[in-house]
């Protein structure tokens, strides 16, 4: 290329560049332009219409919160419902010295250090210009105390507010969960699915269990208000209203006196008990102990009580039912006796020689029975009612992992049961497939053997065995837990009733489910490993005892409770049904720390059943509910032999 | 050296006449901030704060010679890069959308940065392969630029996906793309338009018809819309007086210290304050022009000019938004609105534009 064409190239596009320069000029002398005839069509064109909108009449469109709907138990008794008081409330952009201004006006309220400390923490998640409570549920003597003094509180104000609330407070803390102030989290999701319009004006939103679950129901829809304010803001005319909608109200299929004895019963156990109907997947009671106060967190939970709660050894805010993770111990015996006749491996009259251990072939690694020198001769029947182990690590091993898992998981181990509860947990169900991933590693005869007792790799929520154990109660049809039945709409009346068919049908051998029920029965009859809590019942119970333990233990070392810390003493386990025959109710109970599933956990369940199937209400201490020693010493005998699973 | 030397020294690379059209607009801020926030100090000094932190980076930006500021281009964009996709992949979710990266010590926004990494990376290639462009450079730049407005507008943050947009199109615009390819993508994009509107979400569907009726969502964002427009109606010829906007001081007004801060100007200051406040716009604007007229070298002249219209962008874009002539997209009224990372952005630009008008005679050959 010659210098003479570089240079006249360099001027064509020097030129080209001004050219396109001017155009740009041009295209922002004309938004400039489009401003400017904006600004004079408003200001100069439009100005009385706009300013008649702004001074003469000051319209306010104001939101009208929804009272929120309420939540009954299954025969209308009330868990949660509002009830309206009045807030101390500070707009912190308004006021000048704030901490003086809190100071002045303890002199007229009440207001506590926790008050103030939970003030900070609203003040830190809001904006300045947002309205935040420094107290809630003001007598009517304050109430009348600041109005006279008002004037010397600008930005402070008093404000009808609806509360909620819930009676049975900590027992159905798990269950009903909890509102709380809406926070960046949930006005996020809200802008997401569009609703932050709804809003507007509501300082509330359920932030757990059915409250969160069921908050499309629960929230309503905000009402409009066109108000006329004059120069200070304040509404003086009406000038349209749109009402607002009330939620609707939620019917469970809880049972909320059930609930309430299914607590008392647990003393001062911690555990888990879920209850369901096993003909149609309503459950009848939700228990995680211990519970909380859920009013702590409507008003704004405090520094000090949220560090109480999470810091506490006890785990209150764990909800065990929903998401606790346990061993499923031996109560996973009759599912894998079920595998068995399945598959073919063991026919029911099959016996085995227990000598009280199991070797696999080509090691000399003793896996012990929980019985000292074994059981003897077991068949199917007798290892459920004694709970024999040995049998049950040789029917694992002929069986295989890859069946174990098929078949369990048709039961929905190792899966989410679809409760209408946000936050629940799947458990573990081992797969040849889970452990290369987890650990990277082949799966190992060994890791069988362990499977079938309900020990190793496998893990199991107190919703999920329950869910099992219903759908063994109904011959294998199983439904998908749930805990609204109906919804009662706020307007119409009309009620809602939601739906709930058979969600899978586990197509069993009624010839196999007569032997595993049959045998379920008689843990229950004198000489099973729950016959004791069972004693006397006027109906028969189908259960299973199980262990979990919560520290492994050394080859020959003995389980002695008395030494052992009592927090890393074994969990108690319990699954049941009632009648056995036709079974109304199935209830799995977990006692936390318990010991012995037939000694703590059955008791419990009994209870519960008795209540269900008898009306009858137990004697307000509950004898069953002391702690297991209490039992061994009174009784006399040896109980871990008799229950010791 | 004596103090006159000193003195000469710091501002020999300044563009006076800009920083003077600049500090008139920051004057405004600081004002009419002091109304917005209800004569609260505090926010002020703030303000003041953004505003010394971010004219300490102009300077030094401004000092860059050419040929480093050109060095910086590819890092930028790369690193830009980096954090989009660390965004898409680890990002924090904030105000419904995922835009921030959580890095240890602070939580960062990559798309802010791209804001001025877009058009550095766009206007160096251009400058690479200036001796001889074909359609093939112009399909690569357009690449450069859709890619990380395609992750932006993932997050999703449409807003600042179309700004970024728009600064690369003033690049390729400038850079000679030809007149048939920007009628064939007009066209394209009238004719794709009811597509687009088949594929879009309910909500962003109802935004836009909310513009044409804001009353339709009164409680949400049409809500902001009627407001803003009551605020600058009534404002009227002479404005209501300062300190003395009843929009703004009965919480009409949403956001009223940073997207709508233009809303409290100009109920306060009225048409008169407007035609002030757009003849401040104005001249920023004539001398970045002229900056860019100016300019010696290909890549200073893309990137003067891109930095120039964006900078017209985003003042019509908040002031059409605020008085109801554009969609509520959260865009700050640039120098004005409260806030510090768009305060670093915008002087960032600026002090890339008093480099390339200050440095020029050096590198002219």
């Avoid at chain 1, 694992?396 to 679809?418: C, H």
């Avoid at chain 1, 936050?423 to 082949?442: N, V, Y």
């Avoid at chain 2, 890339?352 to 020029?360: C, E």
Wanted: net charge neutral; with cysteine.
């Amino acid at each position: 290329m010659s210098r003479q064409v570089e240079l006249k190239n360099h001027q064509r596009e020097i030129f080209n560049f001004r050219l396109r320069l001017f155009i740009g000029i041009g295209f922002a002398l004309l938004l400039l332009g489009i401003l400017l005839a904006r600004f004079v069509y408003l200001q100069a064109m439009r100005h009385d219409y706009y300013q008649t909108l702004a001074e003469k009449n000051r319209i306010s469109i104001m939101p009208i919160v929804p009272n929120r709907g309420l939540i009954l138990d299954r025969n209308g008794v009330v868990l949660a419902h509002n009830f309206s008081g009045y807030t101390l409330e500070i707009t912190p952009s308004k006021v000048k010295n704030l901490q003086a201004t809190i100071d002045d006006l303890a002199t007229l309220v009440d207001i506590q250090p926790r008050d103030r400390k939970r003030f900070k923490k609203l003040q830190a998640e809001s904006h300045d210009f947002e309205t935040l409570m420094i107290r809630s549920r003001l007598s009517d003597e304050e109430v009348a105390r600041f109005a006279a003094q008002q004037y010397r509180f600008p930005g402070v104000e008093i404000k009808a507010r609806l509360f909620r609330e819930y009676p049975y407070s900590e027992k159905t803390a798990h269950l009903l969960g909890y509102i709380g102030r809406i926070n960046q989290t949930d006005e996020d999701r809200l802008e997401e699915n569009d609703s932050l319009a709804n809003y507007r004006g509501t300082d509330y939103i359920g932030k757990t269990g059915l409250e969160q679950y069921y908050e499309n129901e629960l929230h309503g829809t905000t009402g409009i208000e066109q108000v006329e304010v004059d120069s200070a803001g304040r509404a003086v005319r009406i000038l349209s209203r749109t009402p607002p909608v009330s939620g609707n109200t939620l019917i469970l299929s809880i049972d909320a006196k059930l609930q309430d004895i299914a607590e008392q019963a647990f003393g001062d156990y911690r555990g888990a008990l879920v209850a369901i109907d096993p003909a149609n997947g309503e459950v009848l009671a939700f228990v995680s102990r211990p519970g909380y106060d859920p009013s702590l967190f409507v008003d704004g939970i405090d520094a000090d009580s949220w560090k109480a709660l999470n810091e506490s050894p006890d785990h209150p805010l764990n909800n065990r039912a929903l998401r606790g993770q346990y061993p499923s111990g031996s109560t996973i015996k009759p599912f894998m006796a079920l595998a068995g006749l399945f598959y073919n491996i063991r026919s029911p009259s099959q016996a085995i020689g227990d000598p009280g251990y199991y070797t696999l072939s080509g090691s000399s690694h003793q896996y012990r029975d929980w019985k000292k020198g074994g059981h003897g001769t077991v068949d199917m029947f007798k290892s459920i009612v004694i709970s024999c182990d040995t049998y049950y690590y040789g029917l694992a091993v002929e069986m295989g992992i890859d069946n174990i898992y098929n078949f369990l998981s048709r039961f929905g181990f190792g899966k989410k049961t679809g409760i209408d509860l946000e936050g629940e947990t799947s458990g573990l169900l081992p797969s040849q497939e889970w452990k290369q991933k987890r650990f990277k590693q082949k799966w190992y005869t060994g890791d069988t053997v362990s499977v079938g007792i309900g020990q190793g790799y496998s893990l199991v929520t107190p919703l999920q065995l329950a869910a099992a154990t219903a759908t063994l109660a109904n011959d294998g049809i199983g439904y998908r837990p749930h805990l609204v039945r109906e919804v009662k709409n706020s307007v119409s009346n009309e009620i809602r009733k939601l739906e709930n068919k058979p969600a899978f049908d586990i197509k069993l051998d009624p010839a196999h489910l007569d032997l595993v029920k049959r045998a379920m029965a008689a843990v229950t009859q004198p000489g099973g490993t729950a016959a004791q809590a069972s004693a006397g019942a006027p109906y028969l119970i189908a259960g299973k005892t199980g262990t979990a333990q919560v520290v492994g233990m050394k080859q020959g070392e003995k389980y002695d409770a008395s030494k052992i810390d009592e927090r890393h003493r074994d969990h108690a386990w319990f699954i049941s049904f009632a009648p056995a025959d036709k079974p109304r109710i199935a209830v799995v109970v977990l006692a936390e720390n318990g010991g012995h599933g037939g000694g703590t956990a059955a008791p419990i369940a009994r209870k519960v059943m008795d209540y269900y199937l008898l009306g009858k209400v137990p004697t307000p201490v509950g004898v069953a509910a002391a702690p297991v020693a209490a039992i061994q010493a009174a009784s006399g005998v040896p109980e871990v032999e008799a229950e010791h699973d | 050296m004596t103090r006159r030397q000193i003195w000469q020294r710091i501002i020999a690379h300044l563009d006076l006449p800009l920083l003077a059209g600049m500090g008139m607009l920051m004057a405004a801020s600081l004002l009419t901030l002091y109304s917005a926030s209800d004569h609260n100090f505090d926010r002020v000094l703030a303000q003041g704060a953004n505003i010394l932190v971010a004219l300490c980076c102009l300077w030094v930006v401004a000092n860059l010679p050419l040929h480093y500021l050109m060095r910086t281009a590819v890092p930028i964009y790369v690193l830009g890069m980096l954090l989009l996709i660390g965004v898409a992949l680890f990002g924090e979710i904030s105000h419904g959308a995922r835009r921030w990266l959580n890095v240890g010590v602070a939580t960062i926004q990559p798309s802010e940065l791209m804001k001025i990494g877009v058009p550095l990376m766009m206007a160096w290639y251009f400058e690479k392969h200036e001796a001889a462009l074909t359609i093939k450079n112009y399909i690569v730049a357009a690449l450069l630029l859709l890619l990380p407005v395609a992750l932006i507008a993932r997050q999703p943050d449409l807003g600042t996906a179309l700004l970024i947009s728009a600064s690369g199109f003033y690049v390729l615009f400038l850079a000679g793309l030809s007149w048939r390819v920007m009628g064939g993508l007009f066209v394209a994009g009238i004719a794709s338009a009811p597509l687009m509107w088949s594929m879009m979400h309910d909500y962003q569907r109802h935004r836009i018809e909310m513009l044409f009726d804001p009353s339709q969502d009164a409680l949400g964002k049409g809500y902001h819309t009627i407001q803003g427009m009551i605020a600058v109606g009534s404002g009227g010829i002479l404005g209501k007086g300062y300190l003395n906007g009843t929009q703004t001081h009965l919480d009409f007004l949403p956001e009223r210290t940073t997207d709508f801060i233009f809303a409290v100007y100009s109920e306060e200051f009225g048409l008169v304050g407007n035609l002030i406040l757009l003849a401040l716009y104005a001249f920023v604007i004539s001398r970045g022009f002229v900056i860019t007229a100016n300019a010696s070298t290909y890549f200073t002249r893309l990137m003067a000019g891109s930095i120039t219209l964006t900078f017209v962008t985003y003042a019509f874009v908040n002031m059409g938004m605020v008085s109801g002539i554009l969609p509520i997209v959260g865009v700050p009224l640039p120098l004005v609105s409260y806030g510090g990372t768009s305060m670093l952005t915008l002087l960032l630009g600026f002090g890339m534009l008093m480099s390339i008008q200050t440095h020029k005679k050096l590198v002219k050959s």
